[in-house]
């Protein structure tokens, strides 16, 4: 059970302690990051396809289709031999394939190009992407409220839901609600997120029974010139099937830590000593075991959060048409779109590493016996 620090450690020093230790791990994030973005830089050199491969096949292809023009109505054949005028069977000209190369910045040496890339990245510069006339930073601000929408309000209901439900599970355990729920939380958690996302749309957005929800976009057109009380209403319409859709998978596991949890603290002497005591059931549970048992669960909300926003929502993003982060990187890392793919990358990893931080700091505030001066 928590515990007042011991007299020889004074509060002040627990704070400079734990401190201390943020700083070192704010120190540790830019090596990590260093690494990330450079283990990735060096498998992209080595993936065929580039974004220069695909201007010169595009290049190519547009030759091809002009000398078969040509041939055709000089009533030539069309089909391209060797000794054919267009270009497109020649090859290009190298000085063409030189300039495309310097203008997606692949004329230098690949240690070169990482090192002007960290510089960028440290003043948050990330280029402008390839295929897009936008820079990376705009692209990703626009993207960014889509995916946080959908993780924030997912996570908030993954918690509401599995909290309440694996506290009763615990208490219940063994019982007929117990065995229940139980198979309903394993049929949610078999059932993949992309493929509940399929089937919602199937029964409400119009697939084959009913359209009582729209089937793409967080707004409907024309909804920036409504009241505030419409549009608000508007964009919870269109977040319903996609936040079900993400919660249906998540909560489950959840739920089953939270009964876990709360079944290893029930056993345990404190909660025996407290029930001799004379204490009841509700002081039991909320005022002795509900901050030990919790620890995990609230301390996991960061981890949780990022893996719904830069995992889990993409195949739902695909499916809800919702232009977001995780359909971002999935359409740039097929189209070799570098400047967006590592830019992106460089955000998650960055999010990623500061919601790690932060998850420590919530350990603190639910359990202040946690020590950091033992992490050194």
């Not at 089909?79 to 054919?84: C, E, K, Q, Y």
């Not at 959060?305 to 359409?331: K, R």
């Amino acid at each position: 059970m928590p515990r007042d620090l011991p007299w020889w450690k004074p509060r002040g020093v627990a704070a400079t302690s734990m401190g201390a230790y943020l700083f070192r791990r704010l120190l540790l994030v830019i090596p990590t990051l260093i690494g990330i973005v450079a283990i990735n830089f060096a498998v992209v050199q080595f993936a065929p396809g580039g974004p220069v491969e695909q201007m010169i096949a595009e290049l190519r292809g547009k030759g091809e289709t002009a000398g078969r023009l040509t041939n055709a109505g000089a009533g030539e054949s069309s089909a391209p031999s060797s000794d054919s005028s267009y270009r497109g069977a020649r090859g290009l000209d190298p000085a063409v394939v030189a300039d495309i190369k310097k203008m997606f910045g692949f004329d230098k040496p690949p240690l070169t190009r990482f090192l002007d890339m960290l510089r960028d990245y440290a003043s948050f510069d990330f280029g402008r992407s390839f295929f897009r006339d936008q820079t990376v930073l705009n692209l990703i601000a626009q993207k960014m409220p889509v995916s946080v929408s959908i993780g924030l309000w997912s996570t908030l209901l993954v918690y509401l839901i599995s909290i309440p439900l694996g506290i009763r599970k615990a208490v219940h355990d063994g019982s007929r609600f117990d065995l229940i729920s139980s198979a309903v939380v394993l049929i949610g958690y078999a059932i993949p997120g992309f493929l509940f996302a399929i089937l919602l749309v199937i029964l409400f957005a119009g697939g084959s029974f009913v359209q009582w929800f729209p089937l793409r976009g967080l707004t409907s057109s024309g909804a920036s010139d409504w009241s505030w009380p419409a549009r608000i209403l508007d964009y919870g319409w269109h977040m319903v099937l996609p936040t079900i859709a993400l919660i249906a998978g998540g909560f489950a596991s959840l739920t089953m830590l939270t009964k876990n949890c709360f079944l290893e603290e029930i056993r345990k002497q404190y909660v025996t000593t407290a029930r001799a005591k004379g204490a009841g059931e509700t002081r039991v549970l909320y005022g002795h075991i509900f901050r030990n048992a919790m620890l995990l669960v609230v301390a996991g909300f960061p981890a949780a959060f990022i893996g719904i926003v830069f995992s889990s929502s993409l195949l739902v993003e695909i499916v809800f048409s919702l232009d977001g982060l995780g359909l971002l990187g999935f359409e740039s890392a097929i189209r070799r779109d570098y400047p967006v793919m590592f830019g992106t990358l460089f955000i998650f990893t960055l999010l990623g590493l500061v919601m790690q931080i932060v998850g420590d700091v919530m350990y603190t505030l639910v359990d202040p016996r946690i020590d950091f001066e033992s992490q050194r």
